[in-house]
């Protein structure tokens, strides 16, 4: 009768990313998984007690056997699954049935350490290498964790607290990390509590990341939801995210070596979102952007109490570019500045970063934004020997409050606004011909092309 039950399980819930790409205008397709698995099987105690990663990975280990029979399901059933960091394999959904709660160790021990990533060339706090995640994908193809509201909780507090005495050994882990993959589907879950970030898709194809709830308390220093980083063909939508700071947040890696690495964030597609971001900003472009953002749209996104609603940073040495990104049908309400775009923002790995590298940030579409309760419109700072440029504003209304005597500032920034109040600065108030026409561009996604 258990294993029947299992079977249905992995029948009825193992979904993968379509052929098509994985984007938003095509759900995930049920594909069932042959065999399945209970961690109790392993060994596991769900006690919130026993730890649990030995059983973990001999399971995982098992899987891997059917990877060429049509893959397999582990099961994880209600209980507190305490554990350390373990890797996944290819052609495996890790399910984690209602009331299943995986529970990352406080002991660092139980976390390995691994290299930096190439693209970051150090770890992203403690130069050398940094702390593997919970939960860990590497070289994968089709792989999905998904399961019926489960929770993969990071118990985070003990890795804020290293992380504001600066007594971290190296930079904290994240609780899901998939790395250099495709066909990768994260869904129906709630995540709480990461040490640094929740989902981290990274040198990654055919991303989709949906209907999952992702949260932090406000004071947890530099947590953010969701990074696509150097990614490509990525949907994420349908999502509740409330981080201290960042909720959605685009990178493609680090001053030299984000460039010298050369991967972009591309084709991403993100609606239906709800955000919030304490601290920093709902959804974030960089400002760790060298390999480049592009061709990403938003859509049907409400930001709400959040330091900054939508905000483009970089800064010099980041070399790389944010170009052809659209943002539509987005409502703020209780937000510090609803949109920006700054030119010195974040650090550098080392002193071997080039300051003449620097970045690009142009053809930037908003449009049908509402907002009440805002203390700043907008705030765009550009770099003077590398201005941003056609930034593009269409029906925006925001209700600002009194806290501010300014509602806009710019400087180094050009494009054009049609229907905006407050009434924008005048480098994006005054277009020329040139200006207001680049605003009408074609933005590619999975095939698909939006006229703006």
């Known amino acids: 009768m258990f294993v029947a039950l299992l079977l249905l ?11 098509d790409g994985g984007q938003c205008g095509s759900n995930p397709t049920l594909d069932p998984r042959p065999h399945s698995v209970s961690i109790l099987e392993f060994g596991a105690v769900g006690d919130g007690r026993t730890l649990n990663t030995i059983a973990f ?18 099961y994880v059933p209600p209980g507190k ?14 399910f984690l049935e209602k009331g299943a709660v995986i529970i990352g160790s406080q002991d660092p021990s139980h976390w390995d350490v691994v290299e930096p990533l190439p693209s970051y060339g150090r770890g992203l706090e403690v130069p050398g ?36 005495s600066h007594s971290l050994n ?48 406000p004071e947890s220093p530099y947590t ?19 981080m201290g700071f960042d909720a959605i947040s685009l990178k493609s890696g680090w001053d030299e070596y984000g460039i010298a690495y050369g991967r972009p964030t591309e084709n991403v ?48 040495g980041r070399g790389g570019y944010m170009k052809d990104i659209v943002i539509s049908d987005i409502e703020m309400e209780n937000v510090h500045t609803a949109i920006a775009a700054t030119g010195n923002c974040g650090s550098h790995p080392d002193d071997n970063f080039d300051p003449n590298a620097l970045p690009l940030l ?47 500032e710019c400087s180094n920034v050009s494009g054009f606004s049609d229907s905006v109040l407050p009434e924008p600065c005048p480098e994006l108030g005054n277009p020329s011909y040139d200006s207001s026409s680049s605003c009408f561009y074609l933005v590619s996604i999975s095939g698909k092309t939006a006229v703006q």
């Open 9 to 19: 399980v992995a029948l009825s819930n193992a979904v993968r990313v379509s052929g």
């Open 57 to 74: 990975q001999n399971a995982i280990f098992y899987l891997k056997s059917f990877a060429d029979k049509g893959g397999a399901q582990l």
């Open 81 to 94: 699954w305490l554990t350390g960091s373990f890797n996944l394999t290819s052609h495996l959904t890790l």
């Open 129 to 164: 290498g940094r702390y593997q995640s919970l939960i860990n994908g590497y070289m994968l193809h089709d792989v999905v964790v998904t399961g019926n509201n489960g929770t993969i909780d990071g118990m985070g507090v003990v890795w804020w607290e290293w992380y504001s």
């Open 170 to 217: 190296h930079s904290r882990p994240h609780l899901v990390e998939i790395v250099a993959s495709d066909n990768v589907v994260v869904s129906n879950l709630t995540f709480l509590n990461a040490p640094a970030y929740s989902i981290h898709p990274v040198y990654c194809s055919h991303v989709h990341i949906q209907n999952v709830s992702i949260s932090a308390p």
């Open 224 to 242: 953010v939801g969701i990074v696509p980083d150097s990614s490509e063909y990525v949907c994420i939508e349908d999502c509740i995210v409330g």
């Open 269 to 316: 597609h993100i609606r239906r979102v709800h955000l919030h971001a304490f601290s920093g900003s709902a959804l974030a472009f960089g400002s760790d952007m060298s390999g480049g953002i592009s061709n990403v749209v938003v859509e049907h996104a409400h930001v709400m109490k959040s330091n900054s609603g939508i905000e483009f940073r970089t800064t010099r």
């Open 362 to 408: 142009h053809h930037i579409t908003l449009r049908d934004v509402t907002g009440t309760n805002i203390t700043i419109a907008g705030n765009f700072t550009g770099i003077e020997e590398s201005p941003f440029t056609n930034i593009c504003l269409s029906n925006i209304t925001l209700s600002t409050n009194s806290v501010s005597p300014m509602t806009w």
